[in-house]
């Protein structure tokens, strides 16, 4: 069994910061990529940033400059930086690993709310 578990989030003012961890394990094949999903209210989920197991990242170019996807040394930790947060990062995050068979698990989400 694979759990992938999320921590932080929460409330924030216009500019600030927070971070977001998700730790895979369990009985997880080896890890391709982990990355982070957000679904704005009444929108559909969207990628905000990838990282894959050679370390190669990429971003929405809405967070570009702004976040930070990085690993852990065992690279089973996934975080996500998000600094000069905006109203409009306001969403229910979400991790995703994908092992090197190609399946994907979901973590269980975390709302992030940007408001003054």
């Known amino acids: 069994q694979v759990h992938v578990v999320q921590s932080g989030g929460g409330l924030v003012q216009p500019g600030g910061s927070l971070r977001l961890s998700c730790a895979a394990s369990?009985?997880?094949?080896?890890?391709?990529?982990m990355g982070w999903y957000r679904q704005p209210p009444g929108k559909q989920r969207e990628l905000v940033a990838s990282?894959?197991?050679?370390?190669?990242?990429n971003y929405a170019d809405s967070v570009k400059g702004r976040f930070t996807i990085s690993t852990d040394n065992a690279k089973s930790t996934v975080f996500l930086q998000m600094n000069s947060l905006r109203p409009e990062d306001t969403a229910v995050y979400y991790c995703?690993?994908?092992?090197?068979?190609?399946?994907?698990?979901w973590g269980q989400g975390t709302q992030v709310t940007v408001s003054s």
């Open positions: 369990g009985s997880i094949w080896g890890i391709d990529a």
């Open positions: 995703l690993v994908t092992d090197t068979r190609g399946y994907n698990y």
């Open positions: 990282i894959t197991r050679g370390g190669t990242t």
